[in-house]
């Protein structure tokens, strides 16, 4: 139980265009998903938080324009990233909380992550 | 504040011996703590917890770790390295009264010699 998908595994843009990341919960109701962000050889760092029905709120130094995190269903966050620039590139990883899980309450299911390149 | 230091960016070890990967954490409430590991291109597998409960936590494939609030450390032990182990482990803090936030440690990535 417990299973985050993403979609798509891997996108390849251009300069400028729009690129939009799926994260499904496929076996729970996640109230609350996260969106992390990976450069190469180095740790995650926590871009937003996404709350289902509400305004995501964004970690200091992260552009909301830039990053858009719609959460308008217990099982589907998206985050659009708009005018992509090559140093938008990145392994993009989504995570959720499954509130029915009361023993691991604080726990998070991660995605298999979204490789973004722009060309 | 909450923040997790992992002492080593990188571990080698061989195939059939121990494998430890140090973590110290610094909180002034009672964390829970996780360890995660991430091979190549894939997302994040959850190797072990510590929620309050028992300050030795088994987990996945042979992994366990060890709670010791004195020493604020949560190091991951393996008594016997496997190939497939090598991988990228991260070190993870959270505290109930900052929301449950994920804070990372930088990541160890672990070498398994053949």
């Known amino acids: 139980g417990a299973v985050v998908s993403q979609h798509p595994s891997w996108v390849i843009c251009k300069s400028g265009t729009s690129v939009k990341i799926e994260c499904r919960s496929l076996?729970?109701?996640?109230?609350?998903m996260f969106w992390y962000r990976q450069f190469p050889k180095q740790s995650l760092m926590l871009m937003a938080t996404?709350?289902?029905?509400?305004?995501?709120?964004?970690e200091q130094g992260v552009e909301k324009d830039k990053f858009l995190i719609n959460h308008a269903s217990l099982t589907l966050s998206t985050l659009t990233v708009t005018s992509a620039h090559p140093e938008d590139s990145s392994f993009y990883i989504c995570?959720?909380?499954?509130?029915?899980?009361?023993?691991?309450?604080?726990?998070?299911?991660f995605g298999p992550g979204t490789r973004l390149t722009v060309l | 504040a909450q923040s997790v230091t992992q002492l080593d960016s990188h571990v080698s070890v061989s195939e059939g011996t121990p494998v430890l990967l140090r973590c110290n954490y610094s909180?002034?409430?009672?964390?829970?703590l996780f360890w995660y590991v991430q091979h190549p291109n894939k997302g994040l597998q959850l190797l072990l917890k510590?929620?309050?409960?028992?300050?030795l936590v088994k987990g996945i494939n042979g992994f366990e770790a060890e709670f010791k609030k004195s020493e604020t450390s949560f190091h991951l032990t393996k008594p016997s390295a496997h190939m497939s182990d090598a991988a990228e482990y991260f070190c993870?803090?959270?505290?109930?009264?900052?929301?449950?936030?994920?804070?990372f440690g930088t990541g160890t990535s672990l070498t398994v010699i053949p």
């Open positions: 995570s959720a909380r499954d509130p029915g899980r009361s023993l691991s309450y604080n726990e998070q299911f």
């Open positions: 076996d729970f109701q996640a109230t609350t």
């Open positions: 996404s709350n289902e029905g509400s305004k995501a709120t964004y």
């Open positions: 909180s002034s409430y009672s964390p829970s």
């Open positions: 510590y929620t309050s409960a028992a300050t």
């Open positions: 993870v803090v959270t505290l109930a009264s900052t929301g449950n936030q994920f804070y």
